[in-house]
C-alpha cells in the first residue's frame, strides 16, 4: 500500500502562482512514477503531468507546458507540483497519483486508469 497527502492548495489571483506538494508513505520503493491529475466540476479528471521516479524525466500536458513544474525528492517521498503564471481555468481539485507498474519507466502515464494510489485531493482556485 502507499499513501498518499496532497497539501499546499488554496485561492489566487491569476498571474499568481502555488506550489503543490505530495508527500507518500507505505511501500514508496515499489513506485516508478508519480502523477498529477485535475478535476473540475462537471469534467472528467485530466493529466497534468508526471515524473519518472529514478530517472527524473518529465512530461507535461500542453495547456500547462511552461507554466508547471513537476519534481521529486526521493529521500522525502514528496512530490511536487509548482504552478506560476496562473489562469482561472486552472481551478481544480488536483490530485497527486502514484504508478506501480513497471512498464511506467518505458511509457508515459497520461491516464488515469494507469495510476494504483490517490491522494484525496487539493482545491486549488484561481481568481479572474
Known amino acids: 500500500q502507499v499513501q498518499l497527502v496532497e497539501s499546499g492548495g488554496g485561492l489566487v489571483q491569476t498571474g499568481g502562482s502555488l506550489r503543490l506538494s505530495c508527500a507518500a508513505s507505505g511501500r514508496t520503493f515499489t513506485t516508478y512514477a508519480m502523477g498529477w491529475f485535475r478535476q473540475a466540476p462537471g469534467k472528467e479528471r485530466e493529466f497534468v503531468a508526471t515524473?519518472?521516479?529514478?530517472?527524473?524525466?518529465?512530461l507535461y500536458a500542453n495547456s500547462v507546458k511552461g507554466r508547471f513544474t513537476i519534481s521529486r525528492d526521493n529521500a522525502k517521498n514528496t512530490v511536487s507540483l509548482q504552478m506560476n503564471s496562473l489562469k482561472p481555468e486552472d481551478s481544480a481539485v488536483y490530485y497527486c497519483?502514484?504508478?506501480?507498474?513497471?512498464?511506467?519507466?518505458?511509457?508515459?502515464?497520461?491516464?488515469?486508469?494507469?495510476?494504483?494510489?490517490w491522494g484525496q485531493g487539493t482545491q486549488v482556485t484561481v481568481s479572474s
Open positions: 497519483a502514484a504508478d506501480r507498474s513497471i512498464t511506467a519507466i518505458t511509457r508515459w502515464g497520461t491516464s488515469p486508469g494507469l495510476y494504483d494510489y
Open positions: 515524473i519518472r521516479w529514478t530517472t527524473g524525466s518529465t
